[in-house]
């Protein structure tokens, strides 16, 4: 869709939902969120602590979404990934 906006969401275990919607003048990325309907379907979306952003690179939900964005809804991290490195290299060396 050339003059539409895609809106992605990767629930934790499955395959990514992509839903395909017209860009509106003026329609924010929050916009876009709340058209595509994938708050409804997955209840663990909550716009007021996910993070978006447009082809892998975080934006404001306020911003503009222009034709041809692929919107992506983040999940929250379920670990941190410092604290993870840090035991993945504890356990190779004790391997050593």
Do not use: N
């Not at 979306?45 to 992506?72: F, M, N, Q, T």
């Amino acid at each position: 869709m050339a003059d539409g906006v895609r809106v992605v969401y990767a629930p934790a275990g499955a395959a990514p939902v992509e839903v395909e919607l017209r860009a509106a003048p003026g329609m924010t990325l929050a916009d876009a969120v709340h058209a595509s309907g994938l708050r409804a379907r997955f209840a663990q979306i909550d716009l007021e602590h996910a993070r978006v952003g447009v082809w892998g690179k975080p934006r404001d939900p306020s911003s503009l979404a222009c034709p041809g964005d692929r919107i992506e809804i983040y999940r929250p991290l379920t670990a941190d990934p410092k604290a993870s490195r840090s035991q993945r290299a504890k356990k190779k060396a004790a391997e050593k």
